[in-house]
């Protein structure tokens, strides 16, 4: 890949250090090469992706965001909301990845800009899967154009 195209790089917002712990397993398992950041709030998303934006190239903006719904100082509902709401941010696919499987709260989500909502397995194997999934939705087959 030259240098002038973008390099996928995942941006994940999760608060449990365990579920932390194994998604980046789970990455690494399933052979992930791109780079995975990971912020433990909304409001350290915020501070990482207007920090990302102000640099002004898109090289530097990730290829998704994976967020987490419920997170201290600030929730990942409210980090949709600002994201979508971001003349640059709003760009970035994001995909809720929550326990939560209230209908309401999908929908919310949706309606906030959410490009995706994946609710979290419950097993090692579920999460292995998903995470292949999600790689392989978001950085191989969707086709999405250059931020612009």
Known sequence: MDDSRKKPHILVAEDDEDDRILL???FDENGFKENVEYVMNGAELMLRLNSLASINS?????????LDL???????????TEIKAH????????????AAENMAEIKR???SGANSYVI?????SGLLKT?????????ETVAIPALF
């Open 24 to 26: 980046q397993i789970a």
């Open 58 to 66: 898109d090289v530097n903006l990730p290829s998704f965001i994976l």
């Open 70 to 80: 419920n997170m201290p100082r600030k929730d990942g509902r409210e980090a949709l």
């Open 87 to 98: 003349s640059v941010l709003k760009k970035i696919p994001v995909v809720v990845f929550s």
């Open 109 to 111: 989500c949706y309606e």
């Open 120 to 124: 979290k397995p419950s097993t090692y």
């Open 131 to 139: 995470v292949e999934t999600l790689r392989n939705y978001w950085l």
